[in-house]
T-cell receptor, first 115, second 117 residues
Framework: DQQVKQNSPSLSVQEGRISILNCDYT??????FLWYKKYPAEGPTFLIS?????DKNEDGRFTVFLNKSAKHLSLHIVPSQPGDSAVYFC??????????????FGKGTLLTVNP | GAVVSQHPSWVICKSGTSVKIECRSL??????MFWYRQFPKQSLMLMAT?????????EQGVEKDKFLINHASLTLSTLTVTSAHPEDSSFYIC?????????????FGQGTRLTVV
């Protein structure tokens, strides 16, 4: 049973436009959510996170929105740049206050930003 | 951000041999490190949680005798794939979190591409 779902395996957008990556989760115990960016043959790089006590977190071109009632979060990238082209993973954890937390990942969405 | 170094970045080995992968936290102490495996076009699957000075906690379905994990210091965890077979070929990634950090962000190594021939 997949607890974190990224239903779009790929997304293609034009440079300068907004990229919206979606993520759904089923485990109501998740209280911390993260987005990672990954290039081929490299480890994931942390992008942005959000705690369940918030519904929005912004960092430069990246904004994450959380809708707890819908168990849905999204990552907005605006404006999109060709260098943003990568696989984006949504991840979630439960009991974020502890040190032995685990991340559950979605399958990722391949974002392609066309010049 | 914090740096996690993983070595080697790629390795090719013969079937039946063992391969050791190292994961180091370079500028922070990590009481907990995590080992993941990623198949092509699939998610990162947690294999085990490595705790400094104690036994690793393995996820269901992961053979602890095949994937040996050692976390001997606060900056180093190793994953040894024993008696490797072609089906063990995969991308292995470690991550680490500083014990004193209240931020639950985890930092990842660059990954190791293992190919068993």
């Amino acid at each position: 049973d997949q607890q974190v779902k990224q239903n779009s395996p790929s997304l293609s957008v034009q440079e300068g436009r907004i990229s919206i990556l979606n993520c759904d989760y089923t485990n109501s115990m998740f209280d911390y959510f993260l987005w990672y960016k990954k290039y081929p043959a490299e480890g994931p790089t942390f992008l942005i996170s959000i705690s369940s006590i918030k519904d929005k977190n912004e960092d430069g071109r990246f904004t994450v929105f959380l809708n707890k009632s819908a168990k849905h979060l999204s990552l907005h990238i605006v404006p999109s740049q060709p260098g943003d082209s990568a696989v984006y993973f949504c991840a979630a954890s439960a009991g974020s206050g502890g040190s032995n937390y685990k991340l559950t990942f979605g399958k990722g969405t391949l974002l392609t930003v066309n010049p | 951000g914090a740096v996690v170094s993983q070595h080697p970045s790629w390795v090719i080995c013969k079937s039946g041999t063992s391969v050791k992968i190292e994961c180091r936290s370079l500028d922070f102490q990590a009481t907990t490190m995590f080992w993941y495996r990623q198949f092509p076009k699939q998610s990162l699957m947690l294999m085990a949680t490595s705790n400094e000075g104690s036994k690793a906690t393995y996820e269901q379905g992961v053979e602890k005798d095949k994937f040996l994990i050692n976390h001997a210091s606060l900056t180093l965890s190793t994953l040894t794939v024993t008696s490797a077979h072609p089906e063990d070929s995969s991308f292995y990634i470690c991550s680490a979190r500083a014990w004193e950090s209240m931020n639950t962000e985890a930092f990842f190594g660059q990954g190791t591409r293992l190919t068993v021939v």
